[in-house]
């Protein structure tokens, strides 16, 4: 009998292959059919902090209060703003009464200031965790590297002494040294970190001598960096780690177990092919294990990760020189 359940951030998942954050997650008639066909949990749609800090931005109503002028905030904006963040936690609480696998709220943030306080009304609505898309583009040239790293711990901090339910990371690979980061940041308390955010990205439109939005769903190639990255923090890392980006099909999926992942996301594929697609790469997992005589998914995982590979220098190789010549007598 096989058995896909695991174990990510402290809960029983009937399946390692979760929902990421996307357009998919944003309503509870999809997070039903997401649950329908298989998927071990659901990252919801991401609020974001520009949308919740206003509404906390005490000094700009207590402003308004004390003046009386109501025109010295644009009210309609706040109303609205307030309207997204009630209608976030009442997705969480409508989640939670409609599926039974553990619902992950997402918040886009880049700074650890006044939206912080909205984590805990998160956690109040019944979020099963809350995963912080934090991305900051290392563009500011007055900026060290450190100076962005050390954001990254401030929000951990921050969010942490506001709830109790597991706080997830969901990075970038900008950094200097992201192993040392990956694995400081893995000590932090968090429950586990997700490796990684896909961004947009600008592209240039030759024609329309413009600029237009670049791929916006992703490559199978691009499975490459967290299957790396994955692999190679295995068994170094003090928490969960969650795979995303370039996850394709159920093939894909193993990969990244193999390499050592606790649970793997998926959001382009269902764009792709629907939602009925987590279904098939559930039984693309299924027959695999079957294939290969595992029965559980904890036999298999990390088997083929830095720290238990024969071979542990493939994943730190990184020119191409050598395969050239091999294949092609260059
Ligand atoms: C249309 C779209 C919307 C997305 N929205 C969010 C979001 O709100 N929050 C978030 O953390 N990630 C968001 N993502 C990123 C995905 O969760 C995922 O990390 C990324 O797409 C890489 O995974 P994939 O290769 O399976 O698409 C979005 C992705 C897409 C394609």
Same mark, same amino acid.
């Given at each position: 009998?096989?058995?896909?359940?695991?174990?990510?951030?402290?809960?029983?998942?009937?399946?390692?292959? /979760?929902? +990421?954050?996307?357009?998919?997650?944003?309503?509870?008639?999809?997070?039903?059919?997401?649950?329908?066909?298989?998927?071990?949990?659901?990252?919801?749609?991401?609020?974001?902090?520009?949308? /919740?800090?206003?509404?906390?931005?005490?000094?700009?109503?207590?402003?308004?209060?004390?003046?009386?002028?109501?025109?010295?905030?644009?009210?309609?904006? *706040?109303?609205?703003?307030?309207?997204?963040?009630?209608?976030?936690?009442? $997705?969480?609480?409508?989640?939670?009464?409609?599926?039974?696998?553990?619902?992950?709220?997402?918040?886009?943030?880049?700074?650890?200031?006044?939206?912080?306080?909205?984590?805990?009304?998160?956690?109040?609505?019944?979020?099963? +965790?809350?995963?912080?898309?934090?991305?900051?583009?290392?563009?500011?040239?007055?900026?060290?590297?450190?100076?962005?790293?050390?954001?990254?711990?401030? /929000?951990?901090?921050?969010?942490?002494?506001?709830?109790?339910?597991?706080?997830? $990371?969901?990075?970038?690979?900008?950094?200097?040294?992201?192993?040392?980061?990956?694995?400081? $940041?893995?000590?932090?308390? /968090?429950?586990?970190?997700?490796?990684?955010?896909?961004?947009?990205?600008?592209?240039?439109?030759?024609?329309?001598?413009?600029?237009?939005?670049?791929?916006?769903?992703?490559?199978?190639?691009?499975?490459?960096?967290?299957?790396?990255?994955?692999?190679?923090?295995?068994?170094? *890392?003090?928490?969960?780690?969650?795979?995303?980006?370039?996850?394709?099909?159920?093939?894909?999926?193993?990969?990244?177990?193999?390499?050592?992942?606790?649970?793997?996301?998926?959001?382009?594929?269902?764009?792709?092919?629907?939602?009925?697609?987590?279904?098939?790469?559930?039984?693309?997992?299924?027959?695999?294990?079957?294939?290969?005589?595992?029965?559980?998914?904890?036999?298999?995982?990390?088997?083929?990760?830095?720290?238990?590979?024969?071979?542990?220098? *493939?994943?730190?190789?990184?020119?191409?020189?050598?395969?050239?010549?091999?294949?092609?007598?260059?």
């Amino acid at each position: 009998m096989i058995d896909l359940s695991c174990k990510y951030l402290g809960m029983s998942l009937k399946s390692p292959i /979760i929902a +990421a954050s996307s357009g998919f997650t944003d309503s509870v008639q999809k997070i039903e059919q997401i649950e329908k066909y298989g998927a071990g949990a659901v990252v919801l749609k991401s609020i974001f902090e520009e949308e /919740i800090t206003l509404e906390y931005d005490k000094t700009l109503r207590e402003e308004a209060e004390k003046t009386g002028r109501e025109e010295f905030l644009d009210y309609l904006d *706040v109303r609205i703003r307030h309207e997204n963040l009630g209608k976030y936690l009442q $997705l969480i609480r409508d989640a939670k009464s409609a599926v039974g696998i553990p619902v992950i709220a997402s918040v886009n943030c880049r700074s650890a200031f006044e939206w912080t306080s909205f984590a805990s009304e998160i956690e109040k609505a019944g979020a099963d +965790a809350l995963e912080l898309n934090v991305f900051v583009l290392p563009s500011n040239l007055n900026h060290s590297a450190g100076d962005t790293e050390k954001l990254y711990f401030e /929000i951990v901090k921050n969010v942490k002494s506001k709830v109790k339910i597991p706080v997830v $990371l969901k990075i970038s690979f900008y950094f200097s040294n992201l192993a040392q980061v990956i694995r400081d $940041l893995s000590f932090t308390g /968090i429950g586990g970190i997700v490796l990684f955010n896909r961004f947009y990205s600008p592209d240039i439109d030759i024609d329309r001598m413009e600029v237009s939005a670049s791929h916006v769903l992703s490559a199978s190639g691009e499975l490459a960096m967290p299957l790396r990255w994955i692999a190679m923090m295995n068994g170094r *890392v003090g928490c969960d780690m969650s795979a995303s980006t370039g996850v394709s099909d159920g093939k894909s999926a193993i990969k990244l177990l193999l390499a050592g992942a606790n649970t793997v996301q998926v959001a382009s594929a269902l764009y792709r092919h629907g939602i009925s697609y987590l279904g098939i790469m559930q039984q693309e997992l299924r027959d695999w294990m079957e294939n290969k005589g595992f029965d559980s998914v904890e036999q298999f995982r990390g088997l083929l990760s830095q720290n238990k590979y024969d071979n542990p220098g *493939v994943f730190e190789r990184v020119q191409f020189m050598k395969y050239f010549s091999d294949k092609e007598g260059i």
